[in-house]
């Protein structure tokens, strides 16, 4: 079982509030990602990283940010959070793969955002 | 409650039976490919994976086809059970400027009927 943890679960906030949601994992990965996921749909990227102080802007733009300050951590915060933005959120990590080519991943349980 | 899957396709399935779900990717440089199962209000979770040099590999009850043809993936699910329930993606993953990206596809909803 993946040892990566998402907090909180579920939030429900009013417009204009800065919110951070938080990733953590405990294997070491150096990979990190948030996807963004409304219900019944795919997953999409919106940021990653590939290690300490590193951070790229994913497939889906976004108007969060994200830090990558220690290699277990991986905060996303959205300033000033709008009904927009109501959606479910998921990170996951995955190690180096090298030339092997796998990138599995694996994922927290998500944070179900709502934004009024 | 939570109102999900109206966009998903929906493969519905009697217990004990077969069930094959189909995806279909769209870059002919993805190297590797990946079947995840989400459950409801919890993250995607691994079930197999499998590399474009290989046509067919197997599971625990799973078994993942690979078409490179076509582009085509499927995953098969023997003698289904209640607690397969969820809808399951399939991911693949190619290398793309310096970075290797996981692009997930659109989902498809299973329902096990008991």
């Known amino acids: 079982e993946a040892d990566i943890y998402q907090t909180p679960r579920y939030l429900v906030i009013g417009t204009g509030k800065k919110i951070t949601l938080e990733c953590s994992q405990t294997m070491g990965h150096d990979k990190m990602y948030w996807y963004q996921q409304d219900p019944g749909m795919e997953l999409h990227l919106i940021h990653y990283?590939?290690?300490?102080?590193?951070?790229e802007k994913g497939d889906l733009s976004s108007e969060s940010t994200v830090s990558r300050i220690r290699t277990e951590h991986f905060p996303l915060t959205l300033e000033s959070a709008r009904p927009s933005h109501t959606s479910q959120y998921l990170c996951?990590?995955?190690?180096?793969?090298?030339?092997?080519?796998?990138?599995?991943?694996?994922f927290g349980p998500g944070t179900r955002l709502t934004v009024l | 409650g939570e109102s999900v899957g109206l966009h998903l396709p929906t493969l519905s399935v009697q217990e004990g039976d077969n069930s094959i779900i189909n995806c279909a990717y769209s870059?002919?440089?993805?190297?590797?490919f990946i079947w995840y199962k989400q459950e409801s209000g919890k993250g995607p979770q691994f079930i197999i994976d499998i590399r474009s040099n290989m046509d067919k590999r197997q599971g625990q009850r799973v078994t993942v086809l690979l078409n490179k043809t076509v582009k085509h993936l499927s995953l098969q699910i023997a003698a289904t059970q209640p607690g397969d329930s969820a809808v399951y993606f399939c991911?693949?993953?190619?290398?793309?400027?310096?970075?290797?990206?996981?692009?997930f596809g659109s989902g498809t909803r299973l329902q096990v009927q008991p």
């Open positions: 996951a990590s995955s190690p180096l793969t090298g030339t092997s080519g796998r990138n599995e991943q694996f």
């Open positions: 991911a693949e993953n190619y290398q793309d400027t310096g970075r290797r990206a996981l692009t």
């Open positions: 990283s590939y290690g300490v102080n590193s951070t």
């Open positions: 870059n002919s440089a993805s190297d590797y």
